[in-house]
């Protein structure tokens, strides 16, 4: 999601909507307007997020980190998020492991 009091962008909200078209063969994915950002979630699982500036980042663990790092990915600041480029043909591959790890920590 977005910085601390940072706006809802048309570039966020378009971004949102793309990710849950990309991303339907995981479930029932959907979208939700969360500070200045979007959070997506499969199942009431957030599982990948959007920023205020309409970037993408998938949750990740220690593991999927530091693979995600090594293919030049950064941090959402201190949250377990990784960025994601719209590009990568294995977008849904990275989103599917990401809900994977979003709902084993749910546990």
Known sequence: MGE???????????RAEG?????????EVS??????????????VMFALVDSDGDSFVRVDDDFRAELE?????SHGRMPYMSVHS????LLALAGRSLE????ARR
Do not use: N, Y
């Open 4 to 14: 601390r009091e940072a706006k809802l962008t048309g570039a966020s909200t378009a």
């Open 19 to 27: 990710l849950v078209e990309e991303l339907r063969p995981l479930g």
């Open 31 to 44: 979208s939700r307007k969360m500070f200045g950002g979007h959070g997506v979630f499969c199942g009431g």
């Open 70 to 74: 090594a293919q030049g990915s950064t």
């Open 87 to 90: 590009s990568d043909e294995a």
């Open 101 to 104: 790890i979003a709902r084993a």
